[in-house]
Structure formats: structure tokens, C-alpha cells
């Protein structure tokens, strides 16, 4: 009998993690590590691990949906976490209280087919804007090239969120798996498409991540293509967050005419 959910957390370094037991940490790109934090790793079974330079916690989900057994599933991030209530605690021990529980989930899970961080609010600027002023946007319009050419029914919802100023983003989400197995297999033949129009490796390391940070976009179009009933939860970022650095580095890239050079 499988489990009710399981959550992923990518990581890539030791950390404190949730105790609940849906929580799984998962330290990705293990085949290109030397280091044992004694998390699951991505690397055994079927996996994609050694793209994970280029998918980030991607590695993650491939290698969840190929060998986790369970009727929910989902993705989180070592730092960022889904939970009930938005925090103003100060310390990382007291946002971690606040992360979704088993006993959370099954209640929003009850009347919901996904469970998605609450949207990201660009005001300002829309989708498109905001990645072309901060990212290399050819990789994008190839992007919105093989939705056009090869996904169709997907397009309208491409381009209108190209025009939205919110979005769900950060790859993270709880979901049932027979809806994860097809929006997987959907989305990894994507970006497998994408990868032969573009070359990832031509950017530095931050840049580089190309298709994890692409697939936050297509989250969306799936999601809204597909009439998918979803509820949205706050994001516990564990270290916090400074909402001015973020609007500080989109003006300082917007106005110099700069690509970021790390997360906000």
C-alpha cells in the first residue's frame, strides 16, 4: 500500500529539515558530488542527476516521479517550504513551525487536486519583461517556439501569461500523482526539445540554469491549460527575505541594463 504523500526537499547542503514524515530531504546532483549529508539521493534508480547544473531541483522531481510510491506528491526547497499561515517570526526555528503538516495537507488536499505557493506579484512589470531585463531571454522564445509548433493547445495560456504580472513560481508544489505523472512526462519532453535549440553551457553557472528556471513558467501554463483546481499557501522562507534587495536588483538591472548575477 502506498503513502499518502511524500514531499521532496531539494538540497544541496545539510540542513535542519521538517520531522513529519511526508518530508523526504533529496540532495540533488549527487552524481556530480563527492559529499554524503546521508539524504536520499538523486541518483539511484532512474534519474537525470548529472543534468542538474542545468535543471536545478528538477533532478529532484525526475528522480521522484520515476521511484516514489505514493498518492501525493510533491516539491519543496531546503530553505523555502508550503505552509499554512504566513510568519513574521524571526528565527529559523520558528518559520520552521510553520510548515505544512500531514494532517494539513490531507485537509487541503480534500477538495483540491494542488496545492501551490501563493503567487509572486511583480507590479511593475509583466513575466516577459521581468526575464527579458533580468535573464538571457533567447532561451524563452525558443521556448514559446516548441509550444507553438508542437503543443498547441498549451499556447494561448503561454502568451497569456507572458503579459500577467503574477505567477506561481519557485517549483514547488504537492500534487496527486497520476496528475504528476502526466505534467512530468509533459514537461521533461519539453525542456528534452528545448535542450537541442539552445547550449546551456555557454552561460555561466548562474545562467546556466536554464530549464529549472523555464519550468516555473510551464508549472502555470499546465495548471490553467488544463482547469486544474488548485489552492494556494503562503512560502516559509526559512532564512527570510528582503523584498527590498529583490526590487534593488531588479532596478539596478532594469536601469544599468545588467543580467543578474544571483537570486534575490
Not at 540542513?15 to 554524503?36: F, H, S, T
Not at 522531481?61 to 521511484?67: C, D, F
Not at 530553505?79 to 504566513?86: D, E, P, Q, T, V
Request: charged letters at 30%; a positive charge; glycine letters at 4%.
Amino acid at each position: 500500500m502506498s503513502e499518502f504523500a511524500k514531499i521532496i526537499i531539494a538540497t544541496h547542503k545539510k540542513y535542519d529539515m521538517p520531522k513529519d514524515k511526508i518530508y523526504l530531504p533529496v540532495r540533488v546532483g549527487a552524481a556530480l558530488a563527492d559529499d554524503d549529508f546521508g539524504y536520499q539521493r538523486d541518483d539511484e534508480g532512474e534519474n537525470i542527476s548529472t543534468k542538474n547544473p542545468y535543471y536545478c531541483e528538477l533532478t529532484g522531481l525526475y528522480w521522484a516521479w520515476k521511484n516514489c510510491d505514493a498518492k501525493y506528491i510533491g516539491l519543496v526547497h531546503y530553505r523555502r517550504h508550503l505552509g499554512m499561515k504566513k510568519t513574521l517570526a524571526t528565527t529559523p526555528a520558528r518559520r520552521m513551525k510553520r510548515v505544512l503538516t500531514e494532517a494539513q495537507l490531507r485537509l487541503l488536499l480534500a477538495d483540491n487536486d494542488i496545492i501551490l505557493p501563493k503567487k509572486r506579484n511583480y507590479y511593475v512589470v509583466n513575466l516577459y519583461d521581468h526575464y527579458a531585463n533580468t535573464m538571457y531571454v533567447e532561451p524563452l522564445d525558443e521556448l514559446r517556439k516548441i509550444i507553438m509548433s508542437d503543443y498547441p493547445e498549451y499556447y494561448a495560456e503561454m502568451r497569456k501569461l507572458e503579459k500577467r504580472k503574477t505567477a506561481h513560481i519557485f517549483n514547488m508544489f504537492v500534487m496527486r500523482k497520476d496528475i504528476l505523472d502526466d505534467y512530468c512526462k509533459w514537461l521533461f519532453e519539453i525542456l528534452g526539445k528545448l535542450e537541442k535549440k539552445i547550449d546551456a553551457t555557454k552561460y555561466n553557472a548562474f545562467h546556466a540554469r536554464v530549464y529549472g528556471r523555464l519550468s516555473e513558467w510551464l508549472l502555470d501554463v499546465y495548471i490553467r491549460t488544463n482547469k486544474l483546481k488548485f489552492v494556494e499557501v503562503p512560502v516559509i522562507n526559512i532564512e527570510g527575505e528582503s523584498f527590498v534587495k529583490k526590487g534593488v536588483g531588479y532596478v539596478t538591472s532594469k536601469t544599468l541594463g545588467r543580467k543578474y548575477e544571483k537570486s534575490y
